[in-house]
């Protein structure tokens, strides 16, 4: 059977985009989910919805399935004693359970093609931490549940955001300590 050159390259452009979508979807795409983390020295367990019991350790993290809308959480002590009983909204597609009540930081970071950073930087406001000042207004967050971020505690910020023709700011979550840790390495003053 002979294939005609116009069959060919319609198999070859099928096969592209196949393959272009496969590696979007596989290497590029944005996962949405939403995680439970703990970095406290502590030991919990919880239900959500009066779902089945789990159990986080100290300074684990992991996923777990939410539903839009309200959500209810029950979360008890190493002795199975009930900490709190408690309910929360879930309005997008990612965000974080705060069980230990500990601080996080949301940080925003600006990308743009002839970004100048300092100045953008300079022109926001001081937050303090432990004492010390840390310019680019990082917002504290130490309640129970936050989807004000675009990217959570396991991502990294994106190296470069490409096709951008202004300035444009992306916002990430991150654990206290792991917030002073970045702060030192990127705000190089």
Known sequence: MKISPSTKGLIISVVTVLVAFGIYNFFLAKRNYYLVDNPSENIFYFKINNGEQKTITAGQKFQVDLKKGKNDIKVFDN??????DSSFVVKKNRGLLNIAHQDYYINEQF???GLNKDSLIATRKQT???GKLFVNMPVRFSKLYTDDFYYNI???YDGVVKNIQKVESRTKIFRKADFLNYYREYYKF
């Open 128 to 130: 303090t931490i432990d």
């Open 79 to 84: 002795k199975n004693k009930m900490l709190f």
């Open 154 to 156: 396991d991502e990294e």
């Open 111 to 113: 990308y743009g093609y």
